[in-house]
């Protein structure tokens, strides 16, 4: 057996990938990362980082609605959940593109017609480096935290990323 680097999930020797995350596994015969910060990215899980409460709105919530809400709460994403299940994250980057200023004309739509449908998400157990991978990778600033039935928890932003890293540089 050999352990997932990312995830630690006992994966059956040969394998490529990771059963659990996807992460590759032919990089995991590489030496210990060489600075303290970088051991801890690969050690530490996203329980670290304290991941917010989620705010979630249904899919039929006026993205109008929506928008209210990000200002009003100083935050930069909501999720859309539909009985319980992520379907969909709408994110201040989504308002910039798909609305591009039609606000007047699109405000009374659902955000379901502006979101990012099936978006990624993660596990707490997951490790930071993890996430940092996937943010890069997928171009997200902000990636939801989800339980084993799929219901949002949490959600980690970059800048969750940059406080944990500025820490860990300081200490």
């Known amino acids: 057996m050999i352990d997932c680097p990312l995830c630690d999930h006992p994966n059956i020797e040969g394998e490529d990938f990771c059963q659990e995350c996807g992460q590759p596994l032919s990089d995991s015969h590489l030496k210990e990362p ?3 910060v970088e051991r801890r990215l690969v050690r530490d899980r ?13 899919p039929a919530t006026a993205v109008r609605d929506v928008l209210t809400m990000l200002i009003d709460r100083g935050i930069g994403c909501v999720l859309v959940v539909d009985q319980d299940a ?3 994250v709408f994110t201040e ?7 591009a200023g039609n606000l007047d004309q699109l405000g009374d739509l659902p955000v379901s017609q502006f979101m990012t449908p099936s978006p990624q998400t993660l596990d707490i157990e997951a490790k930071v480096a993890f996430a940092v991978r996937s943010m890069d990778q997928g ?16 959600v ?16």
Do not use: C
């Not at 329980?47 to 989620?54: A, D, N, Q, S």
């Not at 980057?93 to 609305?99: E, I, M, P, V």
């Not at 171009?139 to 949490?154: A, S």
């Open 139 to 154: 171009g997200y600033r902000h990636l939801p935290i989800v339980d084993q039935e799929g219901k949002p928890t949490g």
């Open 46 to 58: 996203l329980e670290v980082l304290k991941p917010r409460t989620p705010i979630t709105v249904s």
């Open 34 to 36: 060489p600075t303290a």
């Open 93 to 99: 980057r989504d308002a910039l593109r798909k609305l």
């Open 86 to 88: 992520l379907v969909g």
């Open 156 to 171: 980690v932003s970059v800048r969750d990323i940059l406080h944990y890293l500025s820490d860990k540089m300081q200490a």
